[in-house]
């Protein structure tokens, strides 16, 4: 399978990013087009929905956003993406830290995008990782890829078994209201890579949406914490 986590870099622009719209349970996400990543400084900028966005995070691997193809067959058993792809950061899995998501307005929803599931790579994939959320949220598993690997534990803990072979992508909905979304990063293994982008839902109107995510079912229950 695949490889995981965080890894940011700042460059400047990143070219070949771009925001793709999502429907789901009745609202319109957009992922974020990320104008700046920085490896040197772990710090990554962009904008969805109106809202500007800052991604502080332990250790970017690079200054390129990848262009993510979530469309094909081989991606999330319950997705149905119409374009199909979205930019996403490379982030080391195995770093042991704090991260956030920040926001220039209140935010009501947040979808998490973990790993590039078209790709078999061991650099996109989450592996070995803990992600231990410290905001009063209502977190869940909404999509993963087929076999074990990304739970939610206790209403607030993002999740995947350590060793080899287990590496997995996902989509987490975290639901609230809030001006940051917050995480502490928890793994015994240092090597582990991902692929990770979000889309949000903010009190400004998205733009017509272009992708639809279609889910017959919660993989995972969500409650508050």
């Not at 240092?190 to 272009?210: C, E, K, M, W």
Request: charged share 10%.
């Amino acid at each position: 399978m695949k490889t995981t986590l965080l890894g940011l870099a700042i460059s400047g622009l990143c070219f070949g990013a771009h925001a793709d719209m999502i429907d789901y349970n009745g609202q319109s996400y957009e992922t974020i087009q990320w104008s700046s990543v920085s490896s040197a400084t772990n710090v990554a900028t962009g904008s969805a929905g109106g809202v500007n966005v800052t991604f502080n995070t332990v250790d970017i691997i690079t200054d390129t956003v990848k262009d993510s193809n979530y469309g094909a067959a081989s991606g999330f058993d319950a997705l149905n993406f119409e374009d199909g792809s979205s930019g996403s950061i490379s982030l080391m899995a195995g770093a042991l830290g704090s991260s956030s998501l920040v926001f220039d307005q209140s935010v009501s929803s947040v979808l998490i995008l973990i790993g590039s599931p078209n790709d078999t790579s061991t650099f996109t994939q989450m592996g070995a990782a803990i992600w231990d959320f410290s905001e009063n949220i209502d977190l869940s598993l909404i999509d993963n890829e087929s076999g074990s690997g990304i739970t939610v534990e206790n209403a607030y803990r993002l999740f995947n078994s350590f060793g080899p072979a287990n590496h997995q992508s996902g989509v987490a909905l975290a639901e609230g209201e809030f001006t940051s979304l917050n995480w502490e990063q928890f793994t015994s293994a240092g090597t582990d890579q991902t692929q990770i982008t979000f889309a949000i839902v903010s009190n400004v109107p998205a733009p017509a949406t272009g992708l639809a995510l279609l889910l017959p079912g919660m993989l995972a229950g969500r409650r508050r914490r």
